[in-house]
């Protein structure tokens, strides 16, 4: 049995569509070219603005909002990302003999983009699975390296638990971090999840910007030793991911100065 579509999200799509000829429009005149009631067509417009994907003036017209523009910039970006980590994921995956992984940030949560399996070792991590930035390896290195802004809203809000050997302590943390930045390296010994070790570094793209991280997570029995011998084969593989994205170390100034928590 088909599941039938939602209509308001199907007139959604095509308000949203009026904007690509007229930059502004009011709500009577979104009604009259959709042929809807302007009642239902107000609704629909001020949804979209309390979303962020359209923004109103002060004469009540409404035009394309950034928050639609941000999420029209991650398609290129991940489809960018995907093509030139793959190959050197799977490579690092055989050297290592671990699963290998790509991530990214998406606000507060770690983001798994891609997976490369490894016959000898499964970890229960899939494509599209959230994780806490604070209890990964890839999550903290993203947040490492993110603006102090963003690391000071995140050290105020409380730190969830996830085994006895998450940091839960803003102050710790905080250390934490700045040994990372530091390093350009980060790993966890079952912070997130009882019997899995990771270790992480940051991928940055031709702006210097840090755009992902990879990854490799092992059992921490009997895997562990394997994952200390595999930082130097990670650390070269995101070497291998910065030259396809054209990124060079003289390209990305030192990171921004952190202020510890109070």
Not at 69 to 84: K, Q, V, W
Not at 206 to 228: E, F, M, N, Q, Y
Not at 234 to 255: K, N, Y
């Amino acid at each position: 049995m088909t599941t039938p579509p939602s209509t308001t999200v199907l007139k959604a799509f095509d308000l949203l569509a009026l904007f690509s000829e007229r930059p502004l429009l009011g709500a009577g005149e979104a009604a009259r070219l959709l042929g809807a009631p302007r009642a239902s067509t107000h609704r629909l417009l001020v949804t979209l603005r309390l979303a962020g994907v359209l923004e109103a003036n002060e004469d009540g017209q409404y035009r394309l909002g950034l928050r639609l523009f941000e999420l029209g910039s991650y398609a290129p970006l991940r489809r960018r990302l995907h093509d030139e980590c793959t190959q050197p994921l799977e490579r690092l995956s055989a050297e290592v003999a671990l699963p290998t992984f790509l991530a990214a940030r998406e606000g507060n949560d770690l983001l798994c983009l891609e997976k490369v399996y490894h016959r000898q070792t499964d970890i229960p991590i899939r494509v599209g699975q959230r994780a806490p930035l604070h209890a990964t390896a890839a999550g903290k290195v993203l947040l490492a390296y993110a603006r102090p802004s963003v690391i000071e809203r995140y050290l105020r809000e409380p730190l969830a638990r996830f085994t006895p050997h998450t940091i839960v302590e803003p102050r710790r943390l905080f250390t934490e971090l700045e040994r990372i930045r530091d390093r350009g390296l980060a790993g966890e010994r079952e912070e997130s999840c009882l019997g899995v070790a990771s270790v992480a570094t940051g991928v940055w793209n031709h702006t210097g910007k840090i755009v992902a991280a990879i990854s490799a997570s092992a059992a921490t029995l009997p895997d562990s030793r394997r994952l200390k011998s595999a930082e130097r084969p990670l650390m070269s593989a995101a070497a291998e991911i910065h030259r396809r994205l054209g990124w060079t170390p003289a390209r990305r100034s030192g990171p921004e100065r952190l202020s510890a928590p109070a």
